[in-house]
T-cell receptor, first 113, second 114 residues
Framework: KNQVEQSPQSLIILEGKNCTLQ??????????LRWYKQDTGRGPVSLTI?????NTKSNGRYTATLDADTKQSSLHITASQLSDSASYIC????????????FGPGTRLSVLP | DAMVIQNPRYQVTQFGKPVTLSCSQT?????MYWYQQKSSQAPKLLFH???????NEADTPDNFQSRRPNTSFCFLDIRSPGLGDAAMYLC?????????????FGPGTRLLVL
């Protein structure tokens, strides 16, 4: 069964600190993995997208890594800001031509001053 | 510039009163999706259109219908909303092509059922 798991479920950090969110998946075959940021009451916004051959992808203070062998990905946030408070969702697409996206449950990040 | 637009952003309806949510896109993407997202949960796919081909998820209630009159527009009709249908409804688009595709989400419509 295609599944995406994320940990932790929620996380609280202080402004300026770094944090790492985890994503494990059992989706097969694998096409790409993306991280979304979803602010409360808004639609998800894409942060990074990685294909099988990519190990890391950065978008400003966000850096995603992918280990396709162990089927794990992480999202590292550097020097967190209050505006980083949001849910971060890991989504895996199983095939190039597919219309299927497997969503993780998300990690709720709260950045406190 | 807005690429996936959803209207209205907030919708209040009465129990059992039909409601229609709309989505439009300026990306000319061939696939449009409707998701339901309840509080603290991941989005759940209701159905999607690949061009004019409608694809319903097996567990989507019959109460939910969709229309796609052209490439740019897609509608979600809830025939008889129940209290359990209160949620955020997200529209998304993607362009199917070799090498994978990116999915773009609209801002969502939050539905309240009284």
């Amino acid at each position: 069964k295609n599944q995406v798991e994320q940990s932790p479920q929620s996380l609280i950090i202080l402004e300026g600190k770094n944090c790492t969110l985890q994503c494990n998946y059992t989706v097969s075959p694998f096409s790409n993995l993306r991280w979304y940021k979803q602010d409360t009451g808004r639609g998800p916004v894409s942060l990074t997208i990685m294909t099988f051959s990519e190990n890391t992808k950065s978008n400003g203070r966000y850096t995603a890594t992918l280990d396709a062998d162990t089927k794990q990905s992480s999202l590292h946030i550097t020097a967190s800001q209050l505006s980083d408070s949001a849910s971060y969702i890991c989504v895996v697409s199983p095939d190039n031509y597919g219309q299927n996206f497997v969503f993780g449950p998300g990690t709720r990040l709260s950045v406190l001053p | 510039d807005a690429m996936v637009i959803q209207n209205p952003r907030y919708q209040v309806t009465q129990f059992g009163k039909p409601v229609t949510l709309s989505c439009s896109q300026t990306l000319n993407h061939n696939v449009m999706y409707w998701y339901q997202q309840k509080s603290s949960q991941a989005p759940k796919l209701l159905f999607h259109y690949y061009d004019k081909d409608f694809n319903n998820e097996a567990d989507t209630p019959d109460n939910f219908q969709s229309r796609r009159p052209n490439t740019s527009f897609c509608f979600l009709d809830i025939r008889s909303p129940g209290l359990g249908d209160a949620a955020m409804y997200l529209c998304a688009t993607s362009l199917i092509r070799p090498g994978g595709e990116t999915q773009y989400f609209g801002p969502g419509t939050r539905l309240l059922v009284l």
